[in-house]
């Protein structure tokens, strides 16, 4: 039997046991099962739990858009009974069953192998965030980004999953870090993760952007989206590139063609899932050799699957600081 948070049409979640054919069900024979030793409780997981949105599309659900863990069953050619992987994206918690159970079952292509030096806790304190995150700062890298430039690098939403783990990875790279926030209570544990200053986020968020503003800042990863990306945009230093990676601010974005022309500004999306195989797994293995693991435990918590929907709640009114690590056994 499968131990899960399980998600019924417009009810509140449950904690069921299911049967295998339950999880068979979810996707075609020929797969990989995984005993999750964790999963990570994300911002759109907390949508999932609260019944906002449309991201699920059938019931029952068990949600949790990422997991790691040790291969126990496969029929996969790149993976074992006994390998240790990681699974993020693909639908999972949203279109198939995901992380918030004792056992999942998924394609192998969704998954990476787990890197010799990362434990699965730490994996999922990394999560989904800390590969988006990552591959923010190798796309800027791509497009010029260099510890020597001049002017700082500004992390938007840094308070955040993917902006606390970009302000970390920056700063040890040897990045200047400015880090944006809302939140006053948290600009000691952004300086913590090593951001040489915080920018309120009154300074971009208020008043109506120019197409052109004093260039502030070398690069950006940007988690928020919306106005705030426009008025960073007009910030940009000429030949400086911004790596969008969330909508919290809104998919809208009011700016004009002046930034990309009079300064060659680039705007890079940033997907962790579409990304190819290889670039996934380069990820991994850069987040598990320049993420300083103590800052990584210093910013996570861990939870039990009992304590999901009363965190879920504080996740989306903005109550929790760094990582939510979930154990399913719990």
């Keep these: 039997m499968v131990r899960a948070l399980v998600l019924d049409d417009g009810d509140q ?28 409780l994300n911002y759109k997981d907390g949508m999932v739990v609260k019944g906002l949105g449309k991201l699920v599309k059938q019931y029952p659900h068990v949600p949790g858009i990422d997991f790691a863990g040790e291969v126990v069953d496969s029929q996969h ?8 992987v990681i699974c993020t994206g693909w639908g999972v918690g949203e279109r198939y069953w995901g992380g918030f159970a004792d056992t999942a079952r998924v394609k192998g292509d969704w998954l990476v192998p787990l890197p010799e030096n990362l434990t699965p ?38 308070a955040g999953g ?33 951001a040489s200053q915080i920018v309120d986020r009154s300074e971009l968020a208020e008043g109506k952007a120019k197409p052109l503003e004093t260039q502030r800042w070398g690069a950006c990863v940007d988690a928020v989206g919306g106005s705030i990306l426009a008025r960073v945009l007009s910030q940009l230093v000429y030949g400086g590139s911004v790596a969008s990676v969330g909508l919290a601010g809104g998919a809208e974005l009011n700016t004009t063609v002046m930034p990309f022309l009079l300064r060659g500004v680039n705007l890079l999306g940033i997907d962790s899932v ?57």
């Excluded at 050619?77 to 240790?84: E, H, K, L, N």
């Excluded at 544990?189 to 090593?194: C, I």
């Excluded at 109550?319 to 154990?327: E, P």
């Design 13 to 40: 979640p449950r904690f069921a046991e299911l049967s295998e054919d339950d999880l068979k069900d979810r996707l075609p024979d020929g797969e990989v099962t995984v005993r999750v030793e964790a999963s990570t």
């Design 77 to 84: 050619p790149g993976y074992s009974p006994g390998d240790r």
């Design 121 to 158: 806790w730490r994996a999922m304190a990394l999560g989904t965030a800390g590969l988006t995150a990552m591959l923010a700062v190798m796309k800027l890298e791509d497009h010029g980004m260099h510890p020597d430039q001049a002017e700082p690098v500004l992390v938007t939403g840094a």
């Design 162 to 194: 993917v902006g606390s783990i970009a302000t970390s990875v920056l700063s040890g790279l040897g990045y200047e870090v400015a880090a944006l926030t809302g939140r006053a209570e948290v600009h000691d544990y952004l300086r913590g993760l090593g």
């Design 274 to 330: 579409m990304c190819p195989y290889a670039r996934r797994v380069t990820a991994w293995k850069r987040l598990s050799h320049e993420m300083s693991m103590r800052t990584l435990d210093e910013l996570s918590h861990e939870i039990g699957l009992s304590e999901v929907p009363e965190e879920a709640g504080r996740i989306l009114q903005g109550q929790v600081r760094g990582r939510t690590v979930i154990d399913p056994t719990r």
